[in-house]
């Protein structure tokens, strides 16, 4: 199975160094010294890892053969691609890899279905399950403990405890508009 790890950044110096955007939490392991590389575009790989090193907070490559700024700076944008096998599991009890939240089926504590992950995307702060529902539309759910409090692989669900209006604003509002003292808007025929 593949797995984008990184995406080429712009070239650093003029040695023939990149940046990356790391897409993993393995980079010591994904983008180690020596790491053989698929890309997207295939026909720019595949890329050999030379050296790495963190520089000012960011990740710095140099692959076999690129030795100028030039050659680097035509890396840029291309995704890093590693080979993983389909059944390894990352190091942590509670970290699980893309492909394996990927339609998984999402229900609620009470047993309510929400929809299927079809997406996961991974922000500076923290990531998200885009969940399909079953009238097509989506919903981003956090992917935080709180929130997402089973994830289940063997029955292919992942159980969440969302607070009000997270999934279904719509029912917060209903229910608001039933409650005491509520008021509703009134119709056009009420004002005639």
Same mark, same amino acid.
């Given at each position: 199975?593949?797995?984008?790890?990184?995406?080429?950044?712009?070239?650093?110096?003029?040695?023939?160094?990149?940046?990356?955007?790391?897409?993993?939490?393995?980079?010591?392991? *994904?983008?180690? /010294?020596?790491? @053989? $590389?698929?890309?997207?575009?295939?026909?720019?790989? /595949?890329?050999?890892?030379?050296?790495?090193?963190?520089?000012?907070?960011?990740?710095? =490559? *140099?692959?076999?053969?690129?030795?100028?700024?030039?050659?680097?700076?035509? $890396?840029?944008?291309?995704? $890093?691609?590693? +080979?993983?096998?389909?059944?390894? =599991?990352?190091?942590?009890?509670?970290?699980?890899?893309?492909?394996?939240?990927?339609?998984?089926?999402?229900?609620?504590?009470?047993?309510? +279905?929400?929809?299927?992950?079809?997406?996961?995307?991974?922000?500076? &702060?923290?990531?998200?399950?885009?969940?399909?529902? !079953?009238?097509?539309?989506? @919903?981003?759910? !956090?992917? @935080?403990?709180?929130?997402?409090?089973?994830?289940? $692989?063997?029955?292919? *669900?992942?159980?969440?405890?969302? !607070? !009000?209006?997270?999934?279904?604003?719509?029912?917060?509002?209903?229910?608001?508009?039933?409650?005491?003292?509520?008021? &509703?808007?009134?119709?056009?025929?009420?004002?005639?």
């Amino acid at each position: 199975m593949q797995l984008v790890v990184a995406r080429i950044g712009r070239a650093h110096g003029i040695k023939g160094e990149v940046t990356v955007e790391v897409r993993t939490d393995e980079p010591e392991l *994904r983008l180690a /010294p020596g790491a @053989v $590389l698929a890309t997207d575009p295939a026909s720019a790989g /595949p890329l050999t890892i030379e050296t790495g090193r963190v520089h000012s907070g960011r990740l710095l =490559l *140099r692959f076999e053969g690129v030795r100028d700024r030039t050659a680097a700076e035509a $890396l840029r944008n291309i995704l $890093l691609i590693a +080979e993983i096998d389909p059944e390894e =599991l990352p190091e942590g009890e509670d970290e699980y890899y893309d492909h394996q939240l990927m339609d998984l089926d999402v229900v609620t504590t009470e047993g309510k +279905e929400v929809g299927r992950i079809t997406e996961i995307s991974h922000l500076p &702060s923290q990531d998200l399950l885009i969940v399909e529902r !079953p009238d097509g539309t989506e @919903v981003m759910i !956090p992917f @935080v403990g709180e929130i997402v409090t089973e994830i289940d $692989l063997e029955e292919q *669900r992942a159980v969440v405890d969302p !607070p !009000p209006g997270l999934i279904d604003d719509q029912d917060v509002r209903d229910e608001a508009a039933d409650g005491p003292g509520a008021s &509703s808007r009134p119709s056009a025929e009420d004002e005639s």
